[in-house]
């Protein structure tokens, strides 16, 4: 796990990179790396690499980056872990390849020399790399398929950039700053900027399975080599038997979550009183690890109540007989880590405080690498999407096929009393009947017809013109699929995993020098699933993973309701910060406000609400 970034004046009409720059924005990463710095620079000076890092395999020297080949004409900076590199190694020794260290960043120079850009598909794991290629005189950047490890770049003036954060183009200096609204409008959307827009005009995001490729002719465009959204279609349309979901989710699970646990330094887990962390926890140990230290939040705000993860976290730890650490968090400790909080943020978004915290709690511990169970709802039907979403399709279908009908109730409705409270009423006839509607209506912080209430006129409108948000979130679903429980599966994964859980895990994650890692957000895990994922409704899929470990997890865990995993932020503020998450309600718009505000959005790109 690292920060990487770099350097190419492809244009002969631009000047040479400037070091200053390649440095301020390497170093504006340090927390990602702190335990090594590196640069490289081409014979031309043209092309320069930029690297820190948190050593996580082979911790030697010789494993630092950026790496060159044996013939110093391929060179490589890489943040992620790649889980399958020892068969790789193996399978490459094979073929007559000599390596000079245990790391997996050296894998990745020999396979791109025997498979060129097509090695991605050997590929398991986390990660967003650049690879020099001399002979061609070719950057190619790759990002993996569930874009766990982010990849921003920006063009300008014929030199082309890219970093690991958002922040770290903008303290190089050479990145343009403008506002996007875009990014501003999505924010306001989602409560996190979609793909591949960000705040800033002259800066997108390499989209997750994708590559991307820079020469002297130019920047290509993205090329996408893997869709999560296609491999559930495709496992929709043939789904498995009934009977095969809770051992094949057993085989799949501890599959990854072994794949997982490759490391030189010690892997610690994430505890809340949920089943994905608890089944992770206990597939840990069935994969042998010996020694387990688990993390868990607790919060005087939330004692004797369904909210508190701490009593029943430290019964599943004791099942498994793992050392727990509950580390209480005050309302004090809140307020003074606050401002940390937003400076960490290198995108806005409401929700990751948790993260944060607990990431914090893990670092306090001594350790580098924490296992996390984000991904289970999405991949098996967890979250009340997947109930709602299809149950509104079915119920609206038929006003939804005069969209005057339904914009004519919204209007009706919006001024209402009952709108008031709950603002998404108003919408769900306009929305409702279709599967984009109704994800938007369950998923969004704000709907379109509110936002005239916040955002300048012609921020909204050129917003909203570049977003589509219907026809985008449309376009993100493949044309066929066997079944509504696919189909909000690859919606929840391609949109409210992708652009907010997984972006928060990394930023706060790395914030504090860990490395999360997500063994049920797993291409591998995906593709051995998909066919078992129709048959995940009714909370099949979930009690599957809460009996995979040998030892399944007590009935109080899955018996207990949905609650999330929050952080008491609204009885901490002393202003109308936000509650839950999820709710969406009006302390989360409040929140949001605050969030944008502190991040980096321009303050005239906003109106006052």
């Not at 995108?347 to 914090?360: E, H, Y």
């Not at 979130?473 to 066997?482: C, D, E, V, Y």
């Amino acid at each position: 796990m690292c920060g990487i970034n770099g350097l190419y004046a492809f244009d002969p009409a631009a000047g040479p990179p400037d070091r200053a720059e390649l440095l301020a924005t390497r170093d504006r990463m340090q927390k990602r790396g702190p335990d090594g710095v590196g640069e490289w620079w081409s014979a031309d000076r043209r092309m320069a690499l930029g690297h820190r890092r948190l050593s996580i395999i082979d911790l030697s020297e010789r494993a630092s980056q950026p790496m060159s080949s044996a013939d110093g004409a391929l060179v490589v900076a890489f943040n992620g872990e790649i889980y399958n590199h020892e068969a790789l190694r193996k399978e490459l020794e094979r073929e007559g390849c000599q390596f000079q260290t245990r790391s997996d960043t050296e894998v990745l120079l020999h396979l791109y020399a025997k498979q060129g850009r097509e090695m991605v598909h050997s590929l398991r794991g986390m990660f967003a790399f650049a690879l020099w290629d001399g002979r061609t005189r070719q950057l190619i950047l790759a990002r993996d398929p569930y874009g766990i490890k982010p990849l921003y770049y920006s063009l300008h003036q014929g030199t082309f950039r890219f970093a690991s954060q958002v922040k770290a183009l903008l303290a190089g200096g050479g990145a343009p700053a403008d506002p996007d609204p875009a990014g501003i409008v999505g924010f306001h959307l989602w409560g996190c900027v979609p793909e591949p827009y960000t705040l800033y005009r002259g800066i997108r995001t390499l989209p997750a399975g994708h590559t991307l490729l820079v020469n002297e002719k130019g920047v290509g465009s993205p090329q996408a080599y893997a869709s999560v959204a296609e491999v559930l279609a495709l496992g929709s349309l043939a789904p498995a038997s009934a009977e095969d979901l809770y051992p094949r989710v057993r085989t799949a699970a501890l599959d990854s979550v072994r794949a997982h646990l490759v490391a030189d330094v010690e892997v610690g887990v994430f505890l809340s009183a949920g089943i994905d962390s608890g089944a992770v926890l206990g597939l840990m140990r069935d994969a042998g690890q010996e020694r387990v230290r688990a993390l868990t939040l607790a919060f005087e705000e939330f004692r004797n109540t369904p909210e508190d993860e701490s009593i029943l976290a430290a019964q599943v730890a004791r099942a498994y007989g793992a050392e727990h650490v509950i580390r209480q968090v005050s309302a004090a400790e809140f307020e003074s880590d606050l401002p940390r909080i937003l400076e960490a943020m290198d995108q806005p978004s409401i929700d990751g405080v948790n993260t944060w915290l607990v990431s914090k709690a893990a670092r306090e511990a001594g350790l580098k690498v924490a296992l996390s169970g984000v991904g289970g709802d999405e991949l098996l039907a967890g979250y009340p999407s997947f109930r709602d979403i299809p149950r509104w399709v079915r119920w609206l279908r038929v006003p939804a096929r005069w969209p005057t009908l339904g914009r004519a109730v919204r209007r009706a409705l919006y001024q209402s009393p009952l709108a008031a409270r709950r603002p998404k009423v108003a919408g769900l006839f306009e929305y409702g009947g279709t599967f984009p509607g109704a994800y938007l209506l369950r998923r969004a912080l704000l709907l379109p017809f509110e936002l005239p209430q916040l955002v300048d006129p012609q921020v909204l409108a050129e917003g909203l013109a570049a977003l589509q948000p219907l026809q985008s979130i449309a376009a993100s679903l493949p044309a066929t699929f066997g079944g509504a429980i696919s189909r909000v599966a690859a919606l929840e994964s391609t949109l409210y995993l992708r652009n907010q859980l997984l972006r928060d895990a990394d930023w706060a994650g790395m914030d504090h020098s860990l490395e999360i890692r997500t063994p049920l957000v797993d291409f591998e895990l995906l593709k051995q699933l998909a066919s078992s994922v129709p048959n995940a409704g009714r909370g099949q899929g979930k009690h599957a993973l809460a009996s995979a470990p040998t030892r399944p997890l007590p009935q109080e865990v899955t018996h207990r309701p949905k609650t999330g995993f929050w952080v008491p932020t609204g009885a901490w503020a002393k202003g109308p910060v936000g509650t839950r998450p999820d709710t969406k309600g009006a302390g989360s718009r409040a929140w949001a406000a605050q969030v944008l505000e502190a991040v980096g959005a321009e303050p005239t790109s906003v109106a006052e609400p």
